[in-house]
């Protein structure tokens, strides 16, 4: 639902970063998204092809790096994938854990003509 | 071809400015709440409630999101407590910005609890920190047992879960014991609340909660 937004913020940032190469294209634009970050792909690809319509960015595509859930057990110190939804370690069994992947929303790269 | 490395938090803007609340929240020692749950689980009554059993105890003031009316703002001014109104306008989620400018309506710095009612929604206020202390994420029992399954984001970001509603247990499929279980196997740290806003059943839990964890 707040794609649209998401799409404007990252719209924002790459107009920022790239002010000094106002005569260059912007081709792609690199994201890295947390699969728990409550993002759906499709409806940000069309609010970002929407919104970038007469702006210096219309051609640019977004490349999406998708990111696991990755816990990190504080007993028994190994790291595992979270594939459904049991924040617990599968190794132990124990819930004292810290999510160190998987919510993220970042731009990580920006590529020009 | 030229590359531009940026590594920046789509996000970010709104973190900048929920750090400015967050600095205002604190050297005024509020404790503040994020109130998330779906559309007509119970957050306006449970406000309600609050405000009429601890407004002689300490001081509260409540900023409303609301999609397009003052309806729940126009129920809270009627308790008599400080209340900002913002209406979204459509919008699916509160964000810093907009909590900022609710707050130069407030007194904020007169204030023990300061509750931040979020748009009806377990899904996009997930991602908006908004410089509150913590969220805490509603379902009422009506909603089905499976719903923090559905939004883990949510009850993965929230500190504090309200079941309510649940004078309405014995007419329900709802299994209690399965949303807990559902909550806690997405965050085993929540801190959980049985509620009833209509028999009043749970409240005094909450309320004593609340208190133990005001800053001043």
Partial sequence: ?113 | MSIIQVERKVLAKNDVVANVNREVFLENKNFVINLVSSPGSGKTSLVEQTIEKCKNDFSICVIEGDVQTSLDAERIDKLGVPVANIVTNGGCHLDASLVSDAMQNLETEKADLVIIENVGNLVCPAGYDLGEDMKVVFVSVTEGDDKPLKYPAMFRNASALIINKIDLLPYLKCNIEELKKNALSINPDLKIFLTSCTTGKGIADWINWLKSNLKK
Avoid at chain 1, 42 to 53: C, H, P, V
Avoid at chain 1, 67 to 73: E, F, K, N, S, Y
Avoid at chain 1, 81 to 102: Q, Y
Wanted: charged share 25%; glycine share 4%; hydrophobic share 40%.
């Fill in chain 1, 1 to 113: 639902m707040h794609e649209l937004s998401i799409a404007q913020s990252i719209i924002e940032i790459v107009e920022e970063k790239t002010k000094s190469n106002m005569n260059k294209k912007v081709k792609l634009v690199h994201l890295k998204v947390g699969r728990l970050s409550n993002i759906l792909l499709d409806s940000l690809n069309f609010g970002f092809e929407t919104l970038i319509q007469d702006t210096n960015l219309n051609d640019a595509k977004l490349v999406i790096e998708e990111v696991p859930v990755v816990i990190a057990c504080n007993d028994c110190g190994i790291n595992s994938e979270v594939k459904g939804l049991s924040f617990f370690c599968p190794e132990c069994k124990s819930n004292k854990i810290k999510m160190i992947s998987g919510d993220e929303l970042f731009v990580t790269k920006i590529e020009l003509e």
